[in-house]
């Protein structure tokens, strides 16, 4: 079993930045591929970026390539996503998730086998 916590989540002005962080139990984190996803007020949950176990291969949703940067440190079990250059449309809780299989497909979230409770980003225009 895997528990997931996310942290760093706030009000920030339009063009500010945030780091989210999302600390994970378990001995075999370094072997999982995780996953940020968000979801808007009134949308479905969205991919927002991905990293492979290895920190080799990284995959964002469009919308926040070159604004967000997803990161992993194994030895603190902790994934990191920066978030830069936020825009209103950023506002949304935001999940880290985690993938036990080696090769799942890191943009959906059926991929997933744990998730956290949330964290909420609001970004004020």
């Known amino acids: 079993q895997v528990q997931l916590v996310e942290s760093g989540g706030g009000l920030v002005q339009a063009g500010g930045s945030l780091r989210l962080s999302c600390a994970a139990s378990g001995r075999t984190f370094s072997r999982y591929a995780m996953g940020w996803f968000r979801q808007a007020p009134g949308k479905e949950r969205e991919f927002v970026a991905a990293i492979r176990w290895t920190g080799g291969n990284t995959y964002y949703t469009d919308s926040v390539k070159g604004r967000f940067t997803i990161s992993r440190d194994n030895a603190k079990n902790t994934v990191y996503l920066q978030m830069n250059s936020l825009k209103p449309e950023d506002t949304a809780v935001y999940y880290c998730?985690?993938?036990?299989?080696?090769?799942?497909?890191?943009?959906?979230?059926?991929?997933?086998?744990?998730w956290g409770q949330g964290t909420q980003v609001t970004v004020s225009s």
């Open positions: 998730a985690a993938d036990k299989a080696v090769n799942g497909n890191p943009r959906l979230e059926e991929s997933y086998d744990y």
